[in-house]
């Protein structure tokens, strides 16, 4: 062997054994590897919540079909109601498929959002929505979960306004997430996309 080939496996060695642990780092940050080797999802899971008639809401009350999911507020003056609204008519946007699929909305501000607020905000983005609230100990649970960011940043008389994570997240009939759900698009592309996990 020459000093030539020697050099060149040696090179060769060291790029494949940077690769491994690169890969190896990528897989571990974004979920796909962890102590219990690969997983399909690292957001979302079980949560008990109460839904917008008072009643307990958990996630198993949507296995069987997809969802989306939105953290928001009902005092929320612009992202929120958008969001819902865009939401709304993806899912009228199914036609016949619609109640096959459901929104949810997730407050992230318990403190204010009682069962009855959230009951009168969705039923202004149409029939197919679910709100939920709950303790404070029970929406921090949901956030960790979700990897929902919510902070309370006050304002003038004392008031509040609550600055989150303002993504839908595509949830499969199992559950498990799939992947952010863009409604930068018509609602009838997004609902094509939605009719794929009915």
């Given at each position: ?6 050099h060149i496996l040696l090179v060769l060695s ?185």
């Amino acid at each position: 062997m020459t000093v030539r080939t020697s050099h060149i496996l040696l090179v060769l060695s060291a790029f494949l054994a940077g690769l491994v642990i690169f890969l190896g780092v990528f897989m571990f940050a974004t979920g796909q590897l962890g102590p219990s080797g690969p997983s399909a999802s690292a957001i979302g899971g079980p949560f008990k919540l109460i839904d917008q008639d008072g009643k307990p809401i958990t996630d198993q009350d949507f296995k069987g079909r997809p969802f989306l999911v939105f953290f928001g507020y009902t005092h929320c003056p612009d992202v929120c109601p958008t969001t819902m609204f865009e939401i709304g008519e993806v899912l009228r946007a199914l036609g016949s498929d619609s109640h096959r699929a459901v929104g949810l909305f997730i407050t992230v501000d318990p403190e204010r959002d009682t069962p009855a607020d959230i009951k009168d905000y969705i039923s202004s983005f149409g029939p197919l929505m679910r709100g939920a609230t709950g303790d404070a100990a029970a929406i921090a649970a949901v956030e960790k979960a979700y990897r929902v960011y919510a902070k309370k940043v006050p304002t003038e008389n004392g008031d509040y306004s609550v600055d989150h994570t303002a993504l839908v997240y595509l949830m499969d009939k199992q559950g498990r997430f799939v992947a952010p759900f863009s409604l930068k698009r018509r609602p009838e592309e997004a609902a094509a996309d939605l009719r794929k996990y009915l």
